[in-house]
């Protein structure tokens, strides 16, 4: 079973940035893809970014493209998030999520493909 725990996430004004991490433990080797989703009060979780195994691709929402970045460091198992340039409507609660995958390259952009959920950061972006 692996386990994903997300941090990083806090108050923050407009403009300003914040960066989130993503630790994974437990499971048997595998390659993951991973991904960021984020869920606003009555509102459904959309995508944020997802990255390969390999960390070659990428996919962002066209809504935090220019302004985030997502990277991984598989010798720590980790998962970063640099988000720039944050905005009122960034404000949410912040999701890691992970799926085993066998093409390393490939990266998933759907909520529902994803197995593994953290427990999730809190995100505030003040005007």
């Known amino acids: 079973q692996v386990q994903l725990v997300e941090s990083g996430g806090r108050w923050v004004q407009a403009g300003g940035s914040l960066r989130l991490s993503c630790a994974a433990s437990g499971g048997t080797f595998a390659a993951r893809a991973m991904g960021w989703f984020r869920q606003a009060p009555g509102k459904t979780r959309e995508f944020v970014a997802a990255?390969?195994?390999?960390?070659?691709?990428?996919d962002y929402a066209d809504s935090v493209k220019g302004r985030f970045t997502i990277s991984r460091d598989n010798a720590k198992n980790t998962m970063d998030l640099q988000m720039n340039s944050l905005k009122p409507e960034d404000t949410a609660i912040y999701y890691c999520?992970?799926?085993?995958?066998?093409?390393?390259?490939?990266?998933?952009?759907?909520?529902?493909?994803?197995?593994?959920w953290g427990q999730g950061t809190q995100v505030t972006v003040s005007s």
């Open positions: 999520a992970a799926k085993v995958t066998l093409d390393t390259r490939r990266y998933y952009s759907r909520a529902d493909e994803y197995y593994y």
């Open positions: 990255i390969s195994w390999g960390g070659g691709t990428t």
